[in-house]
C-alpha cells in the first residue's frame, strides 16, 4: 500500500495531523495500535449500563480555546460544548471550598470569602489577561518560535511588561499566588489547576500552568462535549474521513522504514508495510518514536544520550463510578462544579507533590474529580451521576488488582469525608492502574498522561530533549507529532498541527531549502 503520509497514533494529535494533510489534498492514512480511535480521548459504558465514562480526558479548556481546534470547524461534524452550573470548586481539609464561575462576580465572590482584596485582585488579573489572550494562546500553539505571535504579544505588552511576563513563566504556583493573589482561595485556584500538570505548587514553572488553567476557566469555562469525550474524536474523524483520510485500527506500528536517510513508510506488528511518498508524522511519546520505532543507530549520538534524561510525568490511577444520585457534598454548591479538586491545601498539595519526587504513594491521595452528568446530563440516566476521579502515584510501582483496589478505596474514603453517604451511591465502579492505562492506549507509557513532564527542563526548545523545539526530528521527512512535542500535553491539537505544517512545509516549494536550514540547525544541536 503506498499513499501520501502515514500518521502513526489516532490520538487528538495524530487526528488533527491527519486533518490538516488531508485538507492540502494529501491522502492520509491513520494508523492506530488499539481497537478503537482516539487515543486519549474515548468514551465507554465502564461502569453499569446507561454510564457513559470517559475512558481518559474529559474536560477540555484547551480545547475551547485552541485556535488549532476552531480552524477545524468541528462544530460542523458534531461536536457540541456543555457546561457545568460551575467551572470548578477545591474544597479545603476543612469544608471550606473556593468556587470557580464563568461569571466573573460569582468567582470574586468566592474568592472574596478568604480575602476581600481578592475579588479586586481577579478583576485586574482578569483584565490584563483579556488583553494579551489572543496573541498568548496563538504563540503557544503555533511552531516554535512563534515569530509573529511573539512579536504581537510584544507589541501589545511592550519591553517592560514582556520582560515581567517572560519572569512569570519561572514561578512557582505558591509564589505567583502570593504575588497575584492576598487570600487562600484564590492562590488555591492556581495550585490546583497547576496539579493538572505533574507540577506541585513549588516547582518552577507551576505558576504559568495554573495561572492559564485558571484564566480559561474564567473565559471559557471547563467545557465538555455533549455525549463524552469521544464525540471530539468522533468529529475530528467524520471530518477526516469526508476529507478522503483513512484510519485502521488494531495495528501497532513497529517500525519507521528509512531509506537514504529519509522516512519512507511504516512496519507494522503482522511485517506489513505501507509507503509513505511525502511523510511520516509519529502521535507517539518521543522516546517510543526514537528508541522503538526508528532505533538508536539511525540517529545522532547525542540525541539517544539526551533520551536518557527525558524525563516522564507521574503515573496514574483512575476511577470511573456509575452513582445511583449526585455526590452529597457537606457544601452543596459543589454539586454544582464540574470538576472538583480535593484531598489537600496549598501545603497538602506541596507534600503530595514531595511523596511523588521521593517516590512515595501519597497516602492520602489528592483528587481531580469530574461530576460529568453535572456538566452534561446525557451521560448517565436522570438523576444519576457518572462521576470518575484520577490521582498520581510515581512510576515504577507494581498494581496488583489488591493493591489496586486498596487505593481506589481510599479515593473514595476522600470523597467521603467530604460527601458522607457517597459510598452507598456507588452502583458500579471500575479502576485503572498504569498498566490498564497503557493497555488501552499505548502512549501511557507505565501510566504517564501527558507524554512528559511539564516541568521547564522539558519545555519549549527543551521538549522532548534539547533542540529546535518544532516537529522536524534529524530523519528527513519523519516528525513528532505527539504531546512529548511543544507545546506539551492536553488537548488542543497544537503538535499535531505544528508536525502538519512542517510536513507541508518541507514538501512545499521551498522544501529543499527548508531541509537544509533544518538540517544545519540539527547538526549543531546534536554535533
Ligand atoms: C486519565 C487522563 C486524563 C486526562 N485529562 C485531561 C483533560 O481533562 N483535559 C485535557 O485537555 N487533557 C487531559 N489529558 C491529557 C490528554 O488526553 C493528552 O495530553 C492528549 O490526549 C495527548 O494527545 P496525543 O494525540 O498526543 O496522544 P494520545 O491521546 O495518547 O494518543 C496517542 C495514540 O497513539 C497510539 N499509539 C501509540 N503507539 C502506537 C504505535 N506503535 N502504533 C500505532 N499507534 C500507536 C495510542 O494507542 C494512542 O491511541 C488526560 C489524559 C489522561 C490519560
Redesign the pocket.
Given at each position: 500500500m503506498e499513499v501520501d503520509a502515514v500518521v502513526?497514533?489516532?490520538?487528538?494529535?495524530?487526528?488533527?495531523a491527519a486533518n490538516l494533510l488531508a485538507d492540502a489534498g494529501w491522502e492520509t492514512l491513520v494508523?492506530?495500535?488499539?481497537p478503537k480511535?482516539?487515543?486519549?480521548?474515548r468514551t465507554e459504558e465502564l461502569t453499569a449500563p446507561g454510564f457513559r465514562n470517559?475512558?481518559?480526558?474529559?474536560?477540555?479548556?484547551?480545547?475551547a480555546a485552541s485556535p488549532v481546534l476552531a480552524g477545524l470547524g468541528l462544530e460542523e461534524h458534531g461536536l457540541r460544548w456543555r457546561h457545568a452550573p460551575a467551572v470548578l470548586a477545591h474544597v479545603l481539609p476543612d469544608d471550606r471550598y473556593v468556587l470557580q464561575s464563568r461569571d466573573l462576580e460569582r468567582t470574586a465572590r468566592s474568592v472574596a470569602e478568604f480575602d476581600e482584596r481578592d475579588a479586586d485582585n481577579l478583576r485586574a488579573e482578569h483584565a490584563s489577561w483579556r488583553r494579551l489572550r489572543e496573541p498568548l494562546l496563538d504563540a503557544i500553539v503555533r511552531p516554535f518560535p512563534p515569530v509573529r505571535s511573539g512579536a504581537r504579544l510584544f507589541k501589545t505588552l511592550g519591553t517592560a511588561e514582556s520582560l515581567r511576563l517572560a519572569r512569570m513563566l519561572t514561578l512557582t504556583a505558591r509564589g505567583l499566588g502570593k504575588e497575584k493573589f492576598d487570600g487562600a482561595g484564590a492562590r488555591l485556584l492556581l495550585a490546583g489547576n497547576a496539579m493538572?500538570t505533574d507540577l506541585g505548587p513549588d516547582q518552577a514553572g507551576s505558576g504559568v500552568f495554573g495561572w492559564l488553567l485558571t484564566m480559561l476557566g474564567q473565559d471559557v469555562g471547563?467545557p465538555v462535549p455533549e455525549g463524552g469525550a469521544g464525540r471530539l474524536t468522533d468529529a475530528l474523524v467524520n471530518r477526516l474521513t469526508a476529507k478522503g483520510g483513512e484510519i485502521v485500527c488494531g495495528?501497532?506500528?513497529?517500525e519507521v522504514t528509512l531509506s537514504g536517510g529519509r522516512a519512507v513508510g511504516v512496519r507494522?506488528a503482522d511485517g506489513r508495510t505501507v509507503r509513505a511518498r511525502r511523510a511520516v508524522l509519529a502521535?507517539?511519546?518521543a522516546p517510543?518514536l526514537y528508541r522503538?520505532?526508528v532505533g538508536a543507530e539511525h540517529l545522532p549520538a547525542r540525541l539517544v544520550s539526551d533520551l536518557d534524561r527525558f524525563v516522564w510525568d507521574d503515573a496514574?490511577i483512575?476511577v470511573d463510578w456509575a452513582l445511583s444520585s449526585p455526590i452529597p457534598w457537606s457544601a452543596a454548591e459543589v454539586g454544582q462544579a464540574g470538576t472538583v479538586h480535593i484531598g489537600a491545601d496549598l501545603d497538602g498539595l506541596a507534600g503530595i507533590a514531595n511523596d511523588l519526587a521521593c517516590g512515595r504513594v501519597p497516602h492520602d491521595p489528592f483528587l481531580?474529580l469530574?461530576q460529568m452528568t453535572t456538566a452534561d446530563p446525557t451521560r448517565s440516566p436522570a438523576g444519576t451521576e457518572s462521576a470518575w476521579a484520577?490521582t498520581h502515584v510515581p512510576r515504577g510501582e507494581s498494581w496488583p488488582d489488591s493493591r489496586l483496589r486498596r487505593h481506589a478505596d481510599r479515593m473514595e474514603e476522600v470523597i467521603e469525608r467530604h460527601a458522607p453517604g457517597f459510598r452507598d451511591l456507588i452502583a458500579g465502579r471500575a479502576i485503572?492502574g498504569p498498566a490498564q492505562?497503557q493497555k488501552?492506549?499505548?502512549?501511557?507509557v507505565e501510566g504517564s498522561?501527558?507524554?512528559g513532564t511539564a516541568a521547564i527542563q522539558q519545555q519549549l526548545f527543551f521538549r522532548p530533549v534539547p533542540g529546535l523545539g518544532r516537529a522536524d526530528t534529524p530523519i528527513d521527512r519523519l516528525f513528532l507529532?505527539?504531546?512529548?512535542a511543544h507545546p506539551?500535553?492536553?488537548?488542543?491539537g497544537a503538535?499535531?498541527s505544528n508536525a502538519a505544517r512542517a510536513a507541508l512545509a518541507r514538501d512545499g516549494w521551498a522544501g529543499s531549502v527548508y531541509r537544509a536550514t533544518v538540517r544545519a540547525a540539527h547538526r549543531a544541536v546534536y554535533r
Open positions: 502513526v497514533g489516532s490520538g487528538p494529535n495524530g487526528l488533527v494508523i492506530e495500535a488499539t480511535p482516539g487515543g486519549a480521548v470517559d475512558v481518559y480526558s474529559a474536560f477540555y479548556p484547551l480545547g493538572h471547563f495495528t501497532p506500528v513497529t507494522d502521535d507517539v511519546p517510543v522503538d520505532l496514574t483512575k481531580l469530574g484520577y485503572a492505562l488501552g492506549n499505548h502512549s501511557l498522561i501527558n507524554a507529532a505527539s504531546a512529548s506539551g500535553g492536553a488537548v488542543h503538535p499535531g
